[in-house]
């Protein structure tokens, strides 16, 4: 297993402004991803972040709406700009320790935009 | 398009009454299914993995099973603490969610 740290657990912002979540894990792994959870719905994956490389994004999420860093097997950092209240979301880091598919997750990181 | 469908959308239960959830898929070369559970304000826990039609998996009250097209989660005697939405997920190239089952079980 793995343990994973977000940073911020909440938050609330105004429209137009931008957040970076943080994601912290005990150990190093190779994939790692981070997920959207509207109110009320499913996970959706917004991307897998590629540590020393450009993330891989899913159809409907941008690189500039959602930039992300991954500067090494253990840390990432997804942004969300120019937020509007659309945005509001659960947004989850979650990595593939043991086998493809077999995802742990972090708290997840609450965000509400005014 | 890929699909993986849950029913019911929720489900109450009494304490000790068994019941079980379904997953249904429409995914073509599937790799793997998965089922998690989640918390509220929490993110997933994984719980198991499926590979091919006929495995079953247990885990305390749990089992889970899986058939060409679908998967489920049975619960026996459930408690009040297998109170969560559990989530059913496949794999092909990625990992698709399904929408999750709602469970309250009611002391």
């Known amino acids: 297993s793995a343990v994973i740290s977000q940073k911020p657990s909440r938050d609330i912002c105004q429209r137009g402004t931008s957040l970076t979540i943080q994601c912290q894990v005990d150990?190093?792994?190779?994939?790692m991803f981070w997920y959207r959870q509207q109110p009320g719905q499913s996970l959706t994956l917004i991307a897998t972040?590629?540590?020393?490389?450009?993330?891989?994004?899913e159809s409907g999420f941008v690189i500039d709406k959602f930039p992300i860093s991954r500067p090494n097997l253990t840390f990432s950092t997804l942004t969300v700009s120019n937020m509007s209240p659309e945005d509001s979301s659960i947004y989850l880091c979650?990595?593939?320790?043991?086998?493809?598919?077999?995802?742990?997750f972090g708290e997840g990181s609450r965000l509400t935009v005014l | 398009e890929d699909q993986v469908t849950q029913s019911p959308e929720a489900l109450r239960l009494q304490e000790g009454e068994s019941s079980s959830l379904n997953c249904s898929y429409t995914?073509?070369?599937?790799?793997?299914l998965f089922w998690y559970r989640q918390d509220p304000g929490k993110g997933p826990e994984f719980l198991f993995t499926?590979?091919?039609a006929g495995e079953e998996k247990e885990k305390e009250r749990l089992k889970a099973t899986l058939t060409k097209k679908e998967s489920f989660l049975h619960i026996t005697a459930p408690k009040p603490e297998d109170s969560a939405t559990y989530l059913c997920?496949?794999?092909?190239?990625?990992?698709?969610f399904g929408p999750g089952t709602s469970l309250s079980v009611i002391p």
């Open positions: 150990s190093q792994v190779t994939m």
């Open positions: 997920a496949v794999l092909y190239d990625k990992v698709i």
């Open positions: 972040a590629n540590q020393g490389s450009e993330a891989t994004y």
């Open positions: 499926l590979y091919s």
């Open positions: 995914v073509s070369g599937l790799r793997g």
């Open positions: 979650s990595v593939e320790v043991r086998a493809p598919g077999e995802l742990f």
